[in-house]
């Protein structure tokens, strides 16, 4: 991300005694000059430097090392005076080193790595708040960018994401709670994409035209916010592409097409696409074909997209269409929804998506959270996959929020707004929206994914106020911005969990009750060295979530959360000034 630190890291050592040195040397791909930055050695042959790339898009960087002539002359020379021998010569070649190098000579076992690429994203890449909404509930673009957009920015949000836009298939429409037959005014789910009226590329005309789109953008963009649209390579049977291009899709034994299953989820109101159709040829035209929509979303304001199931086509099609798309527009960013195996949601980032969907809907416990924060965030993936986490999704509903309290929600909420740079909720979070479709069924009863849902976003009781709260906390801590500065501090009890976040003279540590139904106390031990806070001296403390100030002092402490009143402190920790001098 432009502004953000990149630690370079290598294994530097030769035969000898001599003493080495190393610098890392990067720029933006095509420029020819190259910026540069010693490397120290830490231990054990480990050599690390910092580099701060200001430019977005492709860069490049590259490791050498060399034998330093000047220091080990001047380590001999210290070694021989002290035992009482003679440095004449030892000088002479100080000096005759000292001109070579003043007339340019490089060193002559001067050894490379690299180039090595390095992609640097924008700061939105990192650090963003998003907010789904489905336009379709709030009366399509027009209404909705008068009437729910400045809501939205009110609460701080970054990004407004939306399902998919385009014209909704009608063979084997859903109807509610996903039944298999539609009434005549249901209208379906938006991610069985395409009929007569067009595909990708096309606009569901109950929501307005495409200039209504893009004063929704617009719209979006005044408010300081961005719109970010679902980017779901998948057909309805009414697709124009099913009868244009039948070799882009999996046809069985007796030429039909096979819907899309995950069981036991069936979508018979859509089919999969075949990224590997026989002909090599094909297979261009189709993937041409899916960049093509890309492009023409981007030629529409858009520049973040939530790609929906990427992990079900090939890696190969990423690999290729994002650094593609990038080419031309570097400030693209892609979330990649992919609830799949570890390595695969490694992978996806590796190849080029900017956040991904992680398990945190499924964590529950301390020992959940401590193990996967410290995974995300400290184990090898932390370099190049940016997690968000989301409380819900249309899709799901999990966890304590299964017909929870207001306390749930504003538990797993503060937990997701505090514990990664990037989180997201899907609207209707605010109002508690709590009902499972089944004891076994992670989907929510009357989904919006079938239906249009009005809600009374002015609810007396609403969520809104904590959202806006956590939201502004998180825009004026740079703490908050960070993913690998979390680390975790001692409680006796499970319920309770403490975590901070440093970064400079931002101290920032969160403590909650994680359990939304009854009220628990812990005395916690705080790392005070990892908190850069002495340990003889008291300490000042603001809650941000009350404004409520008071000292502390030392590293154990009471605290007493009662979910029902607040599910936890975000506090700000302050050296007194006396400290502060030391």
Known sequence: MIGETVRVSADIFRDGHDILAARVRWRPTGESKWREAPMEELSNDRWEAVIEPAALGLHEYAIEAWTDRLATLAHDIEVKEAAGEPVDVELQEVKLEQKAQKAGTKPADLTGAGPFPLWVDRERALFSAWYELFPRSEGGFKRAAQSRLPDVAAMGFDVVYLPPIHPIGRSHRKGPNNTLVAGPNDPGSPWAIGNELGGHTAVEPSLGTIEDFDGFVAATQDLGMEVALDYALQCSPDHPWVAEHPEWFHRRPDGSIKYAENPPK??????????????????????????????????????????????????????????????????????????????????????????????????????????????????????????????????????????????????????????????????????????????????????????????????????????????????????????????????????????????????????????????????????????????????????????ASWSWYGPTQYVALDPAVQPGHVLHLTPTPTAAGQ
Not at 358 to 386: C, I, K
Not at 417 to 431: D, I
Request: aromatic share 14%.
């Open 266 to 547: 069936k979508y018979q109101d859509i089919y999969p696409i075949n990224f590997w159709p026989a002909e090599d040829s094909d297979r261009q035209a189709l993937w041409q074909a899916c960049k093509d929509v890309i492009d023409y979303w981007i030629g529409h304001g858009v520049r973040i997209f939530r790609v929906d199931n990427p992990h079900t086509k090939p890696l190969a099609f990423w690999e290729w269409m994002i650094p593609e798309v990038q080419k031309t527009h570097p400030d693209t960013l892609f979330l990649a929804e992919a609830f799949t195996r570890p390595k695969m949601m490694a992978k996806l980032a590796e190849v080029g998506f900017s956040q991904g969907y992680t398990y945190f809907t499924w964590r529950n416990t301390r020992e959940e959270f401590v193990e996967y924060l410290e995974e995300l965030s400290q184990g090898p993936t932390a370099d190049y996959m940016r997690p968000n986490f989301w409380p819900n999704t249309p899709d799901i509903l999990s966890g304590p929020l299964r017909n929870g309290p207001p306390a749930a929600f504003r538990l797993r909420l503060l937990l997701a707004a505090t514990m990664v740079p990037s989180y997201g909720v899907y609207g209707g979070y605010e109002l508690f929206e709590n009902e499972p479709a089944s004891p076994a069924n992670e989907e929510y009863l009357h989904s919006e994914k079938y239906e249009i849902k009005h809600r009374d976003w002015q609810r007396s009781d609403s969520l809104a106020p904590f959202m806006t709260r956590l939201n502004d906390i998180r825009r004026r801590h740079p703490a908050f911005g960070e993913l690998r500065n979390i680390r975790f501090h001692r409680s006796n009890y499970e319920q309770i969990l403490v975590w901070s976040k440093v970064t400079g003279e931002d101290r920032m540590l969160v403590i909650v009750n994680l359990d939304p139904h009854a009220f628990h106390e812990d005395t916690i031990l705080l790392d005070l060295e990892e908190l850069d806070l002495p340990a003889n001296v008291p300490f000042q403390v603001t809650d941000e979530l009350t404004g």
